[in-house]
């Protein structure tokens, strides 16, 4: 990732937040609101094949990348991704609109969509009018639900009820298949929309349509059906009881048996789908309720989702918007988190008039010390003593002990009791600052970066699951209804991204869970920041695709010699029956060294056939319809070939690697379905496409100076993965190597299609156990977890907040969409925002993450996931509310792309700047103190800390020897991991844990779990009479001392005593003791919400090995580090130059 201004070492943390990302993320300033447009949108058929216009905004005081030093960007990419794309394009230039000659309707009627691309499209005639429903018509059906993981019951059950006949949100006529078994539900059908009416839908829409995404098997666009304003292709409909598994609709489209000016015939009466979730439902899966005929197909996954539409945010010129009525208009009581407080002055924005969020007044108290800090905050959030504590002025120079006994709580958001009830769990969605600063200038006086860090799709123990004909959403911004949104009455609310009012669908009204109506405040939806949606056919290009693995595997001299074959073949056996999907799973395998070789699996055969194709250079695939096979039907034969690999290739004497045409076919093979690929890789590729040269120089590995070929060396990986994604193929990459194995390049297939990498180090099946045992735990979480296929994802925030750049594993499809091919609950993504307008007329921001999936089970589902934070205007409060972990890791990804796109040096320094600016911004503005010592806030103690740490990982550490290939997966993991696991890898736990009592131990289940307190990370800590644990999140050390009690070796290690502890032990045996049984509880609770399991490692005083545990100790000087206090010295003497 290219981040501008890191080439000054004094440059600021303000002067590295503006950034085009490695990933493609690069993305122009997106604001969701009225009559924001977005930019830099382009035309599938030339995205990629043409630089993107120059949209972005110059920010002063930004410095450009040195010269020479090209930014790493998907942009980058030349290739034409849509190969197949062809035709004019529909969309308008960027900032241009189209308007509709049909006649203009009051604001208040019945809304179509807007064009995501800034079209205006025509509102139904004054004619057309709906059948309403009455409220004894809807009766709902009630089927408890699982979340969708093995974790526990949801919150609510999944709920579905009927739709009211032809009226929705958008005035849709819509239709449901009627689940299996299932009577259809009886209501009333308005009459079907004659042809005349058909067409004045069609007016003043572009003539030119949508070219088709390849692979998706869109029909030929010879019709256009309009409805909600936007022109595409007749639906394909679709039931996955209709068809054969893996039939040829997913290749090509169905037949178009009608002519471009015939009408299509209505659908069949609306039925209900009721059912539990798609994950775990008996039988195969019940239709979930899809749209009718008047529902067009999108053509990109941009409209998909919904971006902004921004053309419908204020009635057209001449046209009067209809009044609101005072607030409270005709409404009972409301949820004290929808109660409107009067605006505290007037605003002419009609968008955002006067609004003042439910529950709160504007922050304009000033903060002059800390004696007012109480009077001050009480009055806003009831929790005074908590910030007063995070500005209390901390002397870091004298106060050494400032890590808390236990790991600190992300900090709670100064919200009301009702807004923090139903606001989103930091696990999910974390800002680095908990109070928004109203404007950039203020913001940059903070010298503190804004950003966002997810988890979106992590494993949830309680997870409402709605099923719902209407997916209630603004009409203006395409914001999901949220807590956060206030209600003015029953029939109208207001979105609390880009304040504008919407109409309260009448299907809405009805309360599944309470099972009344006219309250749709208590809607699951809006007593919720995370629910899931099961989507309708709105959200699809084409039917939802089955789960797909391939497995492509080296089985080179050196894989076989690894032994790693046997420990994948076994594992895949054992977890055979858990693999994600239902009986429409298939499963294929590509085994490469010198040649590429395929297993013919189909069923009927004896035993499976392998075809070899020895021409790497135009590889082919051999046949088409049995090498990816039905897992259920073929099970017996996967079984064989299972048995049969380790075997196949004991005596092979090829040393070659064909990776590159061995992905090549891989990705022809999978390219009619999309799916995951799972490449497992022992040494460097040799041969063919993508052949690599070793980059890496040993004698280099502990310089000081600039580390070289952090980046790829061809662009070969990423122009695949690129392809990949287009064909919703995910890449993940396990690399199994003792040599060098260039990562760097390798990394790349996985990165952009939104996969994942993992790397084993010197894996030997037999000399390495402890990485045997991970690479086993690690494969059984991999193939058994819940997985999400042809993925996007969107976030949205308050009008006035941007995103510019995003981190992660993904591509970014337009400014603000990324896609993922295949989306899985153990990565972490982070964004960076600015803020391009004051927020002093609100005193709340929101954020807003929706992912758009295909679960296993085939269903698409919508997770939405909502964030409100309080805006201030106040520095010292921007100080309060800072989080130091999520800064931290917002940090470390953007140095790792600057160590990409310039240096190593350069990313270093600006670390360290980002600490000294910090602290001076403080000292200057934020505390009346005098200027002696180190002075911090205490929410921001332990942040120098924390950089300090970061200096000293792998990815970022200069002076100690550091294998390329390690340095590169720490740096992918810093960008592809949730932040709880980044924080145990930068700033490990330690424990003491020989002299454990019950004394504040946690009873929970019948078991009793020590508490022991967090320990410095320094050498001072440890005793030789002790025994110490450090979490360093993958992986555990348990160092013993020499003179450790012989009690604790012998009744937790099985040893009698220290001299006869064995030097490579790597786990703690089950003794029947109690120093065992509270030994392994406390261990368990450590790991039990961790979904890969680390490598475990006893080290002994005196063992060779101890260097790899006393390398974490981070507050320790080296040869080539400062110590915590060194570094505190330096920081202050930076800050008084």
């Known amino acids: ?138 009766q709902p059906s009630l089927v408890p639900a699982s979340s969708g993981s093995n974790l526990g019951a949801p919150l609510y059950p999944i709920v579905s009820y009927p739709a009211a006949p032809g009226s929705s949100q958008y005035g849709t006529l819509r239709s449901s298949q009627t689940t299996a078994g299932q009577p259809p539900v009886s209501t009333v059908m308005p009459p079907p929309p004659t042809q005349s009416s058909l067409q004045q839908y069609s007016q003043g829409i572009g003539a030119n349509p949508t070219p088709s995404h390849p692979g998706y098997g869109a029909p030929p666009l010879s019709q256009t059906a309009t409805v909600n304003g936007q022109s595409n292709a007749v639906q394909q409909h679709y039931d996955p009881n209709l068809h054969n598994p893996m039939s040829h609709h997913y290749a090509t489209g169905p037949p178009n048996s009608q002519g471009p000016d015939k009408e299509r015939p209505p659908s069949g009466t609306p039925g209900t789908s009721v059912h539990s979730s798609p994950q775990h439902h008996p039988g195969g899966d019940s239709s979930s309720t899809t749209t009718g005929s008047a529902s067009p197909v999108p053509n990109s996954y941009e409209s998909l989702e919904g971006g902004g539409y921004s053309d419908l945010a204020a009635p057209p010129a001449g046209v009067p918007a209809k009044q609101a009525p005072p607030f409270g208009y005709n409404y009972p009581t409301v949820h004290p ?135 209630v959403r603004c009409r203006s911004c395409r914001t999901y209804i949220n807590p956060f949104v206030s209600f003015l009455d029953q029939r109208r609310w207001k979105c609390n991204l880009c304040y504008r009012v919407n109409d309260v669908p009448d299907e809405f009204m009805y309360n599944p869970v309470t099972r009344s109506y006219g309250e749709p405040h208590k809607r699951p939806e809006v007593q919720n920041s995370t629910v899931e949606f099961i989507a309708s056919s709105d959200y699809m290009l084409r039917p939802p695709q089955p789960a797909v693995y391939l497995f492509l595997l080296d089985v080179s001299h050196n894989a076989v010699e690894s032994g790693y074959l046997n420990v994948f073949c076994q594992s895949l056996l054992d977890n055979l029956e858990k693999l994600p999907g239902d009986t429409r799973t298939h499963i294929g395998f590509v085994t490469f060294d010198s040649t590429v070789h395929f297993y013919n699996l189909q069923e009927g055969l004896s035993q499976p056939q392998m075809l070899v194709v020895s021409d790497i250079d135009d590889v082919f695939i051999p046949t088409h319809d049995s090498l990816l096979v039905n897992l259920k039907e073929s099970k017996e034969l996967v079984k064989d070939l299972l048995n049969a690999l380790p075997g196949m290739f004991t005596h092979t004497r090829e040393t070659q690697s064909a990776l590159g045409p061995a992905l090549q076919a891989a990705y022809k093979l999978m390219s009619p379905t999309g799916g995951r690929v799972s490449v497992f890789q022992t040494q460097l590729p040799t041969l063919g496409a993508g052949h690599l040269q070793s980059r890496e120089d040993p004698n280099l590995r502990s310089s000081t100076k600039n580390v070289l070929h952090l980046g790829p060396a061809t662009d070969f990986y990423k122009k695949l993965a690129l392809d990949c994604s287009g064909q919703q193929i995910g890449v993940d990459l396990f690399l199994l190597s003792s040599q060098y194995s260039d990562l760097a ?18 894996f030997h099946h037999v000399h390495n156990p402890a990485q045997t045992q991970k690479f086993q735990k690690d494969l059984q979480r991999y193939l058994t977890r819940k997985i999400g296929f042809e993925a996007v994802m969107r976030i949205r925030c308050t009008k006035g907040l941007s995103i510019h750049t995003f981190h992660g594993n993904f ?194 289940n019948d078991s009793v779990i020590p508490q022991p307190p967090l320990l410095q990370l320094t050498a001072e800590k440890l005793t030789r009479e002790g025994a110490f644990l450090l979490d360093c999140g993958s992986v555990m050390y348990l160092w013993v001392g020499k003179g450790c009690n012989e009690t604790f070796i012998r009744d937790v290690l099985g040893f009698q005593n220290y001299a006869s502890l064995p030097s490579n032990m790597t786990e703690i ?62 920081i202050q003497q930076q800050m008084s130059k």
Request: hydrophobic letters at 35%.
């Open 337 to 471: 988190a929808y109660q409107q407080n009067p605006a505290p002055k007037p605003d002419p924005s009609p968008s955002h008039g006067g609004y003042n969020p439910p529950g709160y007044q504007p922050y304009s108290q000033p903060f002059p010390s800390l004696s007012e800090l109480s009077s001050a905050l009480g009055g806003l959030g009831g929790v005074s003593e908590q910030e007063a504590e995070t500005l209390r002025p901390v002397n870091l120079l004298q106060e050494r002990n400032i890590l808390p006994p236990k790991r600190a709580p992300p900090p709670e958001p100064n919200l009301s009791n009702d807004l923090r009830k139903v606001n989103c769990s930091p696990d999910t969605f974390r800002c680095t600052l908990t109070n928004i600063p109203q404007t950039q200038a203020l913001l940059n006086k903070a010298r503190l970066p804004l950003g966002l860090l997810l988890h979106p799709f992590r494993d949830l123990t309680q997870l409402p699951v709605i099923t719902s004909n209407t997916i």
């Open 745 to 762: 390049s390798l990394a790349c297939v996985s990165k952009y299609s939104a996969g994942s990498v993992f790397y084993y180090p010197s």
């Open 811 to 1004: 591509f970014v499809r337009s400014t603000d969409l990324l896609s993922l091919a295949n989306v899985n609950p153990d990565s972490g993504f982070a964004v960076q925002m600015s803020i391009e307008e004051s927020l002093a007329d609100t005193s709340l921001a929101c954020f807003q993450a929706a992912l758009l999936y295909t679960s296993s089970k085939g269903k698409r589902r919508i997770r939405v996931h909502t964030l409100c934070l309080p805006v201030v205007s106040q520095l010292s409060e921007v100080f309060a509310g800072a989080d130091s972990q999520a800064i931290s890791c917002l940090l470390a990804n953007m140095a790792i792309d600057r160590s990409i796109s310039s240096s190593l040096s350069d990313a270093r320094d600006a670390l360290v700047n980002a600490v000294v600016d910090c602290l001076t911004a403080y000292r200057a503005n934020g505390s009346n103190i005098q200027p002696s010592g180190l002075i911090a806030p205490a929410a921001l103690r332990l942040f120098p800390l924390y950089v300090l740490a970061l200096l000293k990982q792998k990815a970022l550490r200069t002076g100690t020897s550091t294998r390329l290939d390690e340095r590169v997966f720490s740096m992918c993991e810093l960008k592809s991991q949730p932040l709880q696991q980044i924080m145990r890898m930068v700033h490990p736990d330690l424990y003491r844990i020989d002299n454990m009592t019950e004394q504040a131990a946690l009873h929970l």
């Open 1069 to 1130: 045996p089950e003794l029947q003791t109690t120093y065992s049984e509270r030994t392994r509880a406390f261990i368990s609770w450590l790991l039990e919400s961790r979904t890969f399991l680390p490598a475990f490692h006893v080290v002994k005083d005196d063992a060779s090995t101890k260097t790899s545990f006393f390398q974490h100790l981070v507050e320790d000087r080296t040869e080539s580090a400062f110590s915590y206090y060194e570094f505190l010295l330096h």
């Open 1 to 138: 990732m290219s981040t501008q201004g890191y080439a000054n070492p004094s440059s600021s943390v303000n002067n590295y937040s503006m950034s085009s990302s490695q990933n493609g993320g690069g993305a122009a300033p997106c604001q969701n609101g009225p009559g924001q447009m977005y930019p830099a949108m382009y035309p599938a058929s030339s995205y990629y094949s043409s630089a993107p216009p120059a949209a972005y905004p110059t920010v002063a005081g930004h410095s450009a990348p040195p010269a020479g030093k090209i930014p790493v960007s998907s942009s980058g990419y030349s290739g034409n991704y849509y190969q197949k794309s062809s035709g004019p394009s529909p969309y308008p230039a960027p900032g241009t609109h189209q308007y509709s000659n049909a006649p203009v309707q009051p604001f208040q009627q019945t809304a179509p969509y807007a064009g995501y691309y800034g079209q205006v499209y025509s509102h139904p005639s004054q004619g057309q009018t709906q059948t309403q429903p009455q409220p004894q018509q809807l």
